[in-house]
């Protein structure tokens, strides 16, 4: 076991697991941050999406001892409130339907909008591609995605 | 019009009880027992939770603070009944939705059945929901009337409140619970129910009760329970299906670090049960994990290890030749029609093994404490739970009790509990609460597969082009099962063809055959169970009969199903199949569609193709092109519904066909398992590919038709005509029949 200081979501947490533990495992069994979903712990699903200094991230492939200082975000910590405008669109659009995908689809998806605040559907396919939804909610992911680049545009000239 | 409507006489004189608790709240149930349960339930015990090891067990309560809550019962997997169910309580109660609290109720026999399957929960719950919910409206506005001394006619019921006509006073339902919950339970004549036109809730969308803690990650789901001093466990099965542990290096697995124990599980042969394998339980999960890496188990593979797709094919093309071991249906004279015929089309359609992939991979908690186990489970199906590990540990039922938690997807796949009673089998030898976790290898390998199939067919159309011969020869899978003594082959679920499964009933000479081949692959229900491929069978041949015959597809359909309106079911449990409504469907999409009123290029084409089931209408035409190279894209699909008199959830419904219609396009995609040495070759997404966001098409329209039937449900009946309306737009487009899933198998290119 080794120890590490983390920065989640803000804040130094310490943690004592074993080195090639995946952040994934950390967040979720060691830190109760659930919201960081299991898929399939092999790079292929998304489900566990989180960011590491603002870029999206598989936690599931990323060993705790390679996290150091950079600031790991959760689906918990993307907005102090909940209400980041992919979390409002989300809600406005009723996106989810089982919802497990959902944390990693409004994840990568943030990373996209900070990147590109007005991407065309491609783009919005493009970015998602690594994210499945076997709910196959994703008409709605690419409305909910359009809808939130709206709402955050709104924002900014508010 | 209006029309005043009564509700049927309640079936059991204790439907509805009430009790007085939390300082003067009113609960209306089938047996009201306490208080209310904490919302935020999933990670707690109930003996912490509540101190007394307390129970709800009624469907509303209403809290002098005014709050409403209303218990969901059945389980939520995505398909929204945690929302829409609570719907029909809260319009009939008159309750404003933000003033609606809902919870999950736990396995409870007061509840009656909780089981999320067949598409069944609205219309086993619609109506007994209603009611209950205007049970409780007409005893609060009692209790106001009696509170003013006015008559109860003067009074009415809306927004949460009781309102006085004649001077405009009202009272909340918080200050009303108090006095209702003393009052008599009405009679159920006295009791009337809304008329529709007054609906408030119903029919509007309204988004997923659970949608704020899903966007934010609250825990939900059975994979985020987490107890104190909680334990994590893995659980290694033979890689061929219901192998025996002969031998394992526990002693070096239980040296690793952070490992407390590590045993074997003798289990059995039910291949839907405990079955035997090894157990590593953890302090974490991925300690867990990294000990399994070095776990070393020799099986005993047995009889299953010879099983392989490929014999499987074989076998079934030998079996094509000889007659069916069984004869479902025969109807006048099939062999000589087909011999007397214009024209005939033969064809073999087949279908692979297929995984339900849930993205929230099995997982159950178990807990053995104070003589009891206490289980948390993502289940479509809790009682098939509490069942399995009564039988198998031998533990009476009612020192079982069991949390339904959120479903990260099921499918149809926890319907089964084998996760479940492997979870308790394993906590049973450790003295804290254990939480196993499969892997997704785990959840793909060890399924209860959606069965494979082999179809071989012959039709026959006369000289006008009228579907007059059919006969269908089906090869289907089948396992050995032992009871009372007595081995017999049961087929996979959705692996036996009904009789009446359309086009039987409709073609007058017409033989269905079927013949099983036994095998040891674990088989259980798959979204829309038989229906997702024989629609696709079924409605492909269709078509080629509708080309061969030079017909218009939608007119051949439009001349099958006939005049009649409904044509009743075959046997005791025949389904009666309303033309008139599959009609209905029928040309409401085509007209939607613009069916033939297109001019469409090359490589570009339309389909159309319906199907019956789970009490549902649809009908769908697809749109596609297809590139020169033999690329698919869909470009819209249009699907007409028919679920009956009324969509309680717009929104959720909507939800529900376009996730079908994208599903049953990535199975038809997609889906494939191939099996070798008893075992299934593929591990993870990479080599078991589901669909994803690039091949959604651009558009779903779903239109629904309210027509004057009792309202059903729609997680299953939009999944299965979608199959075959793209593979037949595929053949308009390209002069390609695909007649073998997936669509990986066939070459698409044209020039
Ligand atoms: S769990 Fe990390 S990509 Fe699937
Ligand atoms: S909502 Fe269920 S997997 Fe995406």
């Known amino acids: 076991m080794t120890k590490y ?88 659009l009723d996106v989810p339907q089982c919802g497990y995908c959902q944390a990693g689809q409004i994840m990568t998806a943030a990373a996209l909008l900070q990147e590109n605040p007005n991407p065309t559907d491609e783009e919005i396919e493009g970015a998602l591609a690594g994210n499945l939804c076997r709910c196959a909610t994703y008409l709605r992911i690419r409305a909910g995605v359009r809808r939130a680049a709206e709402l955050a545009k709104e924002e900014r000239s508010a | 019009m209006t029309t005043t409507r009564h509700p049927a006489s309640p079936g059991r004189r204790d439907f509805l009880r009430k009790s007085v608790f939390g300082g003067g709240a009113l609960v209306l149930g089938y047996f009201a027992g306490g208080a209310g349960h904490a919302v935020a339930q999933i990670a707690k015990p109930a003996t912490l939770a ?125 200050a009303l619970a108090a006095t209702a919950a003393t009052l008599p339970v009405p009679d159920a004549k006295d009791v009337v129910l809304k008329d529709p036109k007054d609906y408030k809730l119903l029919g509007k969308r309204i988004g997923g009760v659970d949608n704020p803690a899903v966007v934010t990650g609250k825990p939900l789901f059975g994979i985020d329970v987490k107890l104190p001093g909680m334990l994590y466990a893995v659980y290694e099965k033979s890689p061929a299906f219901g192998g025996k542990v002969v031998s394992a290096n526990l002693d070096a697995i239980k040296a690793l670090p952070g490992v407390r124990d590590a045993f074997v599980i003798e289990g059995g042969s039910d291949l839907r049960g405990l079955l035997p394998g090894v157990a590593i339980v953890a302090e974490s999960t991925w300690a867990a994990y990294s000990a399994r890496r070095q776990l070393k188990v020799s099986w005993d593979e047995g009889q299953v290890a010879t099983e392989s797709w490929s014999g499987y094919a074989a076998r079934a093309a030998e079996l094509a030749k000889l007659p069916g071991a069984a004869v479902l249906r025969k109807d006048g004279d099939p062999v000589g029609a087909l011999a007397a015929a214009a024209k005939t089309v033969e064809a073999a359609y087949s279908y692979p093994f297929i995984s339900h992939a849930s993205i929230e991979p099995q997982n159950a908690t178990a807990w053995f404490h104070d003589d009891i186990v ?218 939607r569609a613009d069916w033939g009123r297109k001019k469409l290029a090359r490589g570009q084409g339309q389909g159309i193709a319906f199907h019956f089931s789970h009490l549902g209408y649809v009908a769908q035409v697809a749109d596609v092109s297809v590139s020169k190279d033999g690329v698919l894209k869909v470009d819209r699909v ?74 059903t449900g729609l997680g299953e009946p939009a999944f299965p005509p979608l199959a075959p309306a793209v593979c037949n737009a595929i053949f308009a487009a390209t002069g390609h029949r695909v007649r073998q899933l997936p669509l990986s198998r066939t070459d698409l290119r044209w020039s």
């Open chain 1, 5 to 92: 200081v983390l920065n989640i979501n803000g804040a130094a947490q310490t943690v004592d697991v074993v080195p090639d533990t995946p952040l994934l495992w950390v967040l979720r069994d060691t830190l109760e941050l659930v919201g960081t979903k299991f898929g399939c712990g092999a790079g292929h699903c998304g489900a566990c999406t989180v960011h590491l200094n603002g870029v999206p991230t598989r936690s599931c492939m990323t060993p705790v001892s390679t996290v150091g200082r950079k600031q790991v975000t959760t689906i918990e910590g993307l907005d102090a409130r909940g209400t980041h405008p992919l979390q409002r669109a989300w809600q406005e």
């Open chain 2, 50 to 174: 509540d101190g007394a090891g307390f129970k709800p067990s009624a469907f509303i309560h209403i809290g002098s603070d005014g709050i409403v809550t209303l218990v969901s019962k059945q389980p939520e997997i995505g398909q929204g009944i945690k929302t829409s169910l609570p719907m029909v309580i809260a319009e009939e109660l008159e309750v404003s939705w933000k003033d609606v609290a809902i919870v999950q109720g736990d396995l409870d026999p007061a509840y009656g059945s909780q089981s999320a399957g067949g598409s069944r929960s609205t219309p086993t719950n619609y109506t007994e929901f209603q009611r209950l919910g205007a049970t409780a409206r007409t005893m609060l506005i009692a209790a106001a009337a009696s509170n003013w001394g006015v008559p109860v006619a003067e009074c009415h019921a809306a927004d949460s409140a009781v309102h006085h006509r004649p001077t405009g006073r009202k009272l909340g339902y918080g």
């Open chain 2, 374 to 591: 206490e289980l948390w489970a993502p289940t479509q199906n809790p009682a098939t739970g509490q069942n399995l590990v009564s039988s198998t540990l031998g533990i009476p039922k009612e020192k079982i009790t069991l949390h339904i938690t959120r479903s990260g997807g099921g499918f149809g796949r926890r319907l089964s509990a084998d996760y479940i009673v492997e979870a308790a089998a394993i906590a049973q030898r450790v003295k804290a609460p254990v939480k196993l976790t499969w892997s997704r290898e785990d959840d793909l390998r060890h399924d209860h597969f959606r069965a494979g199939g082999f179809h071989f067919l012959r039709g026959g159309v006369d000289a006008k082009g009228k579907l007059v011969a059919w006969h269908n020869h089906f090869v289907t899978f089948a396992n050995s099962v032992v009871r009372d003594g007595k081995a017999s082959l049961q087929t996979g679920s959705g692996g036996s063809l009904g009789g009446d499964e359309f086009p039987g009933r409709w073609v007058e000479n017409c033989l269905l055959e079927q013949t099983p081949i036994e095998c040891g692959v674990p088989m259980g229900p798959w979204r829309a169970p038989g229906s997702n491929v024989f629609a696709w069978v079924f409605h492909s041949f269709i078509d080629e009969l509708a080309h061969a015959a030079g017909r218009d597809p939608l007119d051949f359909r439009l001349e099958l199903l006939g005049e009649r309106d409904v044509v009743p079911g075959t046997g005791e449990r025949g389904v009666p199949y309303n033309v008139s409504r599959m009609k209905g469907v029928l040309r409401e999409v085509a007209r």
């Open chain 2, 638 to 711: 249009v699907v007409a519904v028919d679920i009956g008199a009324r969509i309680v959830n717009p929104s959720g419904a909507d939800n529900q066909v376009q996730g079908s219609v994208i599903d049953a396009l990535g199975a038809l995609m997609y889906q494939e398992l191939d099996i070798e040495r008893g075992r299934i070759v593929q591990s993870n997404f990479h080599d078991y590919p589901m669909i994803r966001i690039g091949d959604a098409p651009p558009r779903i329209d779903v239109h629904y038709l309210e027509t004057d039937y009792p309202v």
